[in-house]
């Protein structure tokens, strides 16, 4: 089975600096990876997905990841973040003929001024 | 705004009580997925369900259930409730049976007391 590990419980980062978060599975073959946010009592948005091709996923809002096979990671990125952005992100991982997604504990993003 | 719509948005009980949780998936999808999270366990995945038929159970309790109607809106039907069901349950949809991206409801917030 597949399994997700976001190891950063929270990363605090200031206004238009940039912001990477970290993101390792663990599954035998490619997995379907997906990263979603969820600001404060609101629900899951998605942010982007990989399901094959360039490894290099541009997302809404700015953002991006990279699916790195050789890392089992697939880390995602900003250049320069808002005080919007500031939210709880989840990395996902399905996979071929599984039902489910699995999903990381999460990485809650502090904005500071 | 993903298109899936969760009703109620909250709901407080008290334990032993059954309550029924509504979900309308977005137009033209045909797999509606049910999720709960807790501050300790995170996100889980509890059932899916494909144009009508229950395609897999994660960690669902026997005393939920769910179905999914002919016109795809779904119910989660919680029963018995004890405090430890207090958790936002989520409502995903999607196109496709999996591997499909899903899209999430704002979700249900449960209050057992």
């Known amino acids: 089975a597949q399994s997700v590990t976001q190891p950063d419980i929270h990363i605090t980062v200031s206004e238009g600096a940039s912001l990477e978060l970290r993101c390792n599975y663990s599954y035998g073959a490619t997995p379907y990876l997906f990263w979603y946010v969820q600001s404060p009592g609101q629900g899951l948005q998605l942010l982007l997905k990989?399901?094959?091709?360039?490894?290099l996923v541009q997302g809404i809002k700015g953002f991006e990841a990279e699916f790195k096979r050789s890392q089992s990671s697939f880390n995602l990125r900003k250049p320069s973040v808002h005080w919007s952005d500031a939210a709880e992100y989840f990395c996902a991982v399905g996979a071929p003929n599984d039902y489910k997604l699995s999903f990381g504990a999460g990485t809650t993003v502090t904005v500071r001024a | 705004d993903s298109g899936v719509t969760q009703t109620p948005k909250h709901l407080i009980t008290a334990t032993g009580q059954r309550v029924t949780l509504r979900c309308s998936p977005r137009s033209g999808d045909l797999s509606v997925y049910w999720y709960q999270q807790s501050l300790d366990q995170g996100l889980q995945f509890l059932i899916h369900?494909?144009?009508?038929?229950?395609?897999a159970k994660g960690n669902i309790l026997e005393r939920f259930s769910a179905q999914q109607f002919p016109d795809l809106h779904s119910e989660l039907n919680l029963s018995s409730l004890e405090l430890g069901d207090s958790a936002l349950y989520f409502c995903?949809?999607?196109?496709?049976?999996?591997?499909?991206?899903?899209?999430f409801g704002p979700g249900t917030r449960l209050t057992v007391l």
């Open positions: 995903a949809s999607s196109k496709l049976a999996p591997p499909d991206t899903q899209y």
């Open positions: 369900y494909y144009n009508g038929e229950e395609r």
């Open positions: 990989y399901f094959s091709g360039d490894t």
